[in-house]
């Protein structure tokens, strides 16, 4: 899985094991088969047992799995189905806030993708991001916003959120870890608005999108995509800088090395979703 080519990413409940298959071959780039939240506290074990009978007849699967939240019941079996399954590709990790709750996932041997969804997590930030083993970090937007109160879709909740946002991106560049992830939209029939939130995500430096519906799979993808002049751009900054030292100008544009950066980054991002 290239983590450069990630940019939406489907949940499927682990509950309804026929809809894996159909997820691995919709258009999400990566699937996230779930044991925490679309799975009632009744059919835990059950659940565990459908993935498990699933990842032992669908070798060719590659998934990741959200487990259950450190400090509960399932979380240790959880990872105790996931370490048995070289298939299960990462694990994501929700309500995470200590360093000890991730290093325990890091046995698994398995990139951790921990999920900050609340305050405590938001705090533990400077520490999180330099466990071993985790990749990126990924936004729980809704989970957070209920804890602190906030209310939905009003411009105040929206400026406390991205003030969540700028802390993952700059402690996630900090620690040299991938991009974050952006939070899942909750409409399900309205793509426009799905794909508004993808390419604001997008504008602040998100490198992709939860998805919880495959409906939200197109616009998700196209808002993360680099656009043809977008990579036409990038081509003819890198092509002038194989032809010139220091500064030049493209289509009047001063660049330099940062601008330069920046077009090798979108060519990179280009060429792995196409491949």
């Not at 940019?7 to 779930?34: G, M, N, Q, Y």
């Not at 970090?137 to 109160?149: I, K, M, P, T």
């Not at 309205?190 to 998805?211: I, K």
Request: hydrophobic fraction near 45%; charge should be negative.
């Amino acid at each position: 899985m290239n983590p450069v080519a990630l940019r939406s990413i489907l949940f499927v409940p682990a509950t309804r094991p026929e809809r894996i298959a159909k997820a691995l071959a919709s258009a999400a780039d990566a699937v996230i088969v779930d044991l925490e939240d679309a799975v009632a506290e009744s059919d835990k074990a059950s659940a565990r047992d459908a993935l498990d009978a699933f990842l032992a007849h669908n070798p060719q699967a590659r998934i990741m799995v959200r487990v259950n939240a450190p400090g509960t019941y399932h979380y240790k079996p959880d990872l105790e189905l996931c370490s048995r399954h070289a298939t299960v590709t990462h694990l994501v990790i929700p309500k995470a806030e200590s360093c000890q709750s991730l290093e325990t996932a890091a046995i698994c041997n398995k990139p951790l993708w921990p999920l900050i969804e609340t305050a405590r997590g938001l705090l533990a930030l400077p520490t999180l991001v330099y466990v071993s083993g985790v990749e990126r970090l990924s936004f729980g937007a809704l989970d957070l916003s209920a804890e602190l109160g906030l209310t939905p879709d009003t411009p105040g909740a929206r400026q406390i959120l991205d003030q969540a946002r700028y802390q993952l991106l700059v402690y996630s560049r900090a620690a040299g870890l991938a991009p974050p992830i952006e939070s899942p939209h909750p409409a399900l029939e309205d793509t426009e608005a799905v794909a508004q939130a993808a390419t604001r995500a997008r504008e602040m430096g998100f490198a992709g999108m939860l998805c919880i519906h495959p409906r939200q799979l197109p616009p998700v993808n196209r808002a993360f995509s680099p656009s043809e002049a977008e990579v036409a751009w990038a081509s003819k900054v890198v092509e002038g800088a194989t032809r010139q030292e220091g500064a030049f100008s493209v289509e009047g544009q001063m660049v330099d090395a940062p601008v330069i950066a920046r077009a090798q980054a979108i060519l990179a991002r280009y060429k792995a979703y196409e491949s």
